[in-house]
């Protein structure tokens, strides 16, 4: 039998659904034909599935934020939990004379669980307005607009009129009425229902009828109206974000692609055509949270950089222009009508703002990458017009004459070294050595940091460890040119220092330097070399925990506290190792306020050190401030960016005489 309400859901249905796909189809649309980034992924299956049920199903990123993260997932779990519900509830309006869903143990099961997960949802939608609008937390301030009021209210609609048709349900007012739903359970299924339909008076069967049919339409409404609108809002996230983390990067977080030279025609990203298909899907997985904004170490000291901005503002770009470009029917490649981003949509001086400290990465819940999107951008600045700050362009020219980002002659990169016994490969000594010992930039011209390459050498030679270092002929890993956007001269470099390890048989490398490790291990391997790395932390953690170094427990009443490295934790997971080497000599240890994965930058990433810091506070300070809230007498770093910045904000502010600053390896040199 056709009913006319079937006939009427069904049209709905259909407008909505074709709004729907429609929309999708122009946004996929945009991420297969704009694009003149080609990129290829690997399988991995496993680890894909893996990703989404860890990320997706589970919500693991979003606890990093404990109270945001139970209301976000809370309202997830709601919704697939109501999933079954809106199923049955469609079909049973299309065809009225069959049930979806047979009874027994398993829709007792599904509409118990529903009914439950209503209540939630309601609570959650009250929660939810009183963090946005009551309390305002702040990363929402200036993102509570239409949207969220409008998606919030949606939901909360959803579930009202839910139960309201389940009251009707138990007063029996629906029983004879084609379509109705959920009929026959008994009341311990919905409780929450049953204890609604009991509190609240019972209205005239005539009355009943109207309003039944009244809540039915819009509760079927909201439904169409909702799925409509999903991807034209932010919650086109429902759609992208599960496609995003099943499709995250397929290479180490920490390594940028590079650019091939001999094939690329565009350098870096000038406009939404050096964007790849998969940074379409970071755009439009966005859920405008503000994580990682809130997280980043430029926009907490007062600079206007906000990762989250970058991304929002891209895909409203790429939303705009791939409009145009389907209406026009334009060649691509040869556009005229594709405006860049940078200067319009994107400030130059929030690209250089820019730490690359990946905080805004590790927050993201729907695995979006900015980092990357930022370096594509610097790139397209210093490729393509020689655009970079004042001290960056001095450090290219310094990379250029001197393969060091400052003047001094390269003969002298081993000076530090004299009079220590060390094999020095430039020197004459020979390839017979087991592990090369990179030393960097920093440690081999920086006073302070050269008393770290020592305390290094000390505790190798404790060990017995035969190894060399190689003078003159070591050069910058490339690290600041790369991260600041010159590929062209990070190759450069990188392809030198290849030719030195293929010329001496390099196995195995320790640096006590997180961005030389880095570059290393991750950004030499997509060029194709790999080479065995560790950074001194891992490295000295191991002498000892293997015994071929031993050391004595400090007395001297000092308390610690670890500074995270960025490049060392973000990048590459490295937290536990220097951990345990201070705790080797101490267990007075205190974590600052934010430490291990959530650690604040020190500011000195991206090329920073060599930039001045004229906006907002430092970081550099901030950091410092809250190195000194611990109480801790000694701070305790594991990288000579680090060490450099610290220090210098140490006596910027005058705590010289109050906290010490000390490299993890002139702990154990100290105690050895």
């Known amino acids: 039998m056709i009913y006319l309400f079937s006939m009427l859901l069904l049209l709905g249905a259909l407008v909505s659904a ?40 589970l919500q693991a990123k979003l606890f990093k934020d404990r109270s945001g993260g139970i209301m976000h997932a809370i309202m997830f779990w709601g919704f697939i939990a109501f999933g079954a519900y809106s199923l049955s509830f469609f079909y049973r309006g299309f065809f009225p004379d069959s049930h979806l869903i047979p009874a027994g143990v ?10 439950i997960f209503a209540a ?12 946005r609008w009551i309390i305002k937390i702040p990363r929402y301030q200036g993102y509570n607009g239409f949207e969220a009021s409008f998606i919030l209210f949606l939901i909360a609609l959803l579930m009202v009129t839910y139960y309201a048709l389940g009251v ?71 759609v992208a974000a599960p496609l995003n983390v099943l499709l995250s990067k397929d290479k180490p977080q920490a390594q940028l692609t590079p650019i091939d030279f001999d094939k690329a025609t565009r350098f870096g990203a000038t406009d939404i055509r050096d964007f790849s298909w998969k940074d379409y899907m970071d755009f439009y997985a966005c859920t405008e949270c503000g994580r990682c904004t809130y997280n980043c170490p430029a926009y907490t000291t007062g600079k206007t950089l906000s990762p989250r901005d970058i ?20 060649n691509v490649a040869e556009s005229k009508i594709v405006q860049p981003v940078i200067g319009s949509t994107i400030k130059e001086e929030d690209l250089w703002s820019c730490t690359t400290c990946m905080a805004c990465v590790e927050q993201c ?20 017009q020689g655009k970079a700050p004042k001290e960056t362009l001095d450090l290219y020219r310094n990379l250029e004459n001197y393969q060091s980002p400052w003047n001094n002659p390269p003969s002298t990169r081993a000076d530090w070294a004299k009079d220590l016994g060390i094999k020095v490969v430039s020197e004459g000594a020979s390839d017979d050595f087991d592990v090369l010992y990179w030393v960097g930039c920093v440690a081999s011209f920086d006073p302070r940091n050269q008393e770290i390459a020592k305390s ?11 190894f060399a270092i190689l003078g003159s002929e070591e050069k910058c890993t490339g690290d600041p040119a790369k991260r600041t956007g010159n590929e062209y001269l990070a190759q450069t470099l990188a392809t030198q220092n290849i030719e030195t390890f293929k010329k001496h048989k390099v196995k195995d490398i320790i640096t006590n330097c997180p961005h030389c490790f880095n570059s290393l291990k991750n950004d030499y391997r997509a060029m194709g070399y790999e080479v065995n790395v560790m950074h001194h932390s891992d490295y000295i953690s191991n002498l000892l925990s293997t015994g071929k170094i031993r050391v004595k427990q400090d007395t001297t009443g000092e308390k610690y506290t670890y500074h995270d490295s960025c490049y060392l934790g973000r990048y590459n997971k490295i937290y536990d190792a220097p951990r345990k080497v201070i ?42 401030d809250m190195a000194d809230k611990t109480g801790a007498t000694t701070l305790v770093t594991a990288c000579p960016y680090c060490m450099t910045m610290l220090d210098d904000a140490r006596k910027v502010t005058n705590r010289e005489e109050k906290i010490k600053i000390t490299d993890i390896s002139e702990i154990i040199a100290k105690n050895i």
């Open 106 to 115: 398993l829709k007792d099961a599904i509409f118990f669980t529903v009914d």
């Open 365 to 384: 819940p729907v695995m979006i990458d900015h980092v990357d999107k930022i370096v594509s951008m610097r790139q397209s600045l210093v490729l393509n």
């Open 120 to 131: 939630v949802l309601i609570a959650d939608v009250i929660y939810s307005v009183f963090r």
């Open 456 to 466: 290094v050498v000390k505790i190798l030679k404790e060990a017995n460890i035969n």
């Open 311 to 330: 991304i929002w503002d891209l895909r409203e770009v790429v939303l705009k222009e791939g409009t145009k470009i389907r209406k026009t029917h334009d």
């Open 168 to 238: 009707l349900r138990i007063d029996g007012i629906s029983r004879n009425i084609p379509g109705s739903i959920m009929e026959g359970l008994a009341p311990g299924v919905t409780p929450i229902t049953t204890a609604l339909a009991h509190a609240l008076p019972k209205i005239s069967p005539v009355a009943g009828y109207y309003t039944y049919w009244t809540i039915w339409s819009i509760h079927a409404i909201d439904f169409l109206v909702f799925l409509a609108y999903i991807p034209r809002s932010k919650h086109l996230h429902l």
């Open 583 to 624: 705790q080797s000599v101490s267990k007075n240890m205190v974590e600052m306020e934010m430490s291990g994965s959530k650690a604040l930058c020190c500011g000195a990433g991206g090329g920073r050190l060599w930039m001045n810091e004229t906006v907002g506070t430092k970081i550099s300070h901030k950091r410092m």
């Open 18 to 57: 074709g709004i729907f796909f429609y929309t999708l189809y122009a946004l996929f649309w945009n991420a297969k034909y704009i694009p003149l980034k080609k990129i290829e992924m690997k399988p991995i299956i496993l680890k894909r599935i893996y990703m989404v049920i860890r990320n997706v199903f």
